[in-house]
């Protein structure tokens, strides 16, 4: 059965303090790998699709990256504002729709 | 640009009521995806629809909940009758194809008493 997991489930970082998500997954055929950032009474937003593994993007303070089995999201000195919830989703070839993981909620404190 | 829109952004309606949620999607994009956002469940892929086709509905969760896209630009979702364990909010999304970034909108936040 396709399945993303990600961990932490929360993650509390002060101001400056580089971190990482994770998402592992288990799919059926990958066909593209999300990552969405989605603030409280907000919808998903989407960040960054990686379709390889050794793929990578990058967006201001973050960069995603990609294996076989798992990708990445890093935070590079973040700020109080890329506080959110952090979702990954994978593309399944086999289901033909987006898988979500259950996220990461990010707080950064000043 | 403007982005997918959804109405009404809450709803509070009394058990055995009909419900209808309506969704913008953005201009050119093909496929359109209906999601129940829950704690307990997360994000939840309802039913999604390929050039106005209903393509997956396995993810509708009962015989109570229907979706329509009478044509590019708009669709419904409608429960009837509602339960308070459809409280939850429900969001729509589009794509240029099925495998494309999804644009979601911001939501409708249902209760059902």
């Known amino acids: 059965e396709d399945q993303v997991t990600q961990s932490p489930e929360a993650l509390r970082l002060q101001e400056g303090e580089s971190s990482s998500l994770n998402c592992s997954y288990t799919?059926?055929?990958?066909?593209?790998l999300f990552w969405y950032r989605q603030d409280p009474g907000k919808g998903p937003e989407f960040l960054f699709t990686l379709y390889s593994a050794g793929e990578e993007k990058e967006k201001e303070r973050l960069k995603a990256t990609l294996t076989k089995k798992e990708s990445f999201l890093h935070i590079t000195a973040p700020k109080p504002e890329d506080s959110a919830t952090y979702l990954c989703a994978v593309f399944s070839g086999g289901y033909n729709k987006l898988i979500f993981g259950a996220g990461t909620r990010l707080a950064v404190h000043p | 640009d403007a982005g997918v829109i959804q109405s009404p952004r809450h709803e509070v309606t009394e058990m055995g009521q009909e419900v209808t949620l309506r969704c913008k999607p953005i201009?050119?994009?093909?496929?359109l995806f209906w999601y129940r956002q829950t704690m307990m469940r997360g994000l939840e892929l309802l039913i999604y629809?390929?050039?106005?086709?209903?393509?997956?509905d396995s993810g509708m969760p009962e015989d109570r909940f229907s979706a329509k896209m009478p044509n590019a630009s708009f669709s419904t979702l409608k429960i009837q009758p509602s339960e308070p364990r459809d409280s939850a909010v429900y969001f729509c999304?589009?794509?240029?194809?099925?495998?494309?970034?999804?644009?979601f909108g911001d939501g409708t936040r249902l209760s059902i008493l």
């Open positions: 999304a589009s794509s240029l194809r099925s495998n494309q970034p999804q644009h």
């Open positions: 629809f390929n050039n106005n086709v209903p393509i997956d």
């Open positions: 201009s050119g994009h093909n496929s």
């Open positions: 799919v059926s055929g990958l066909r593209g």
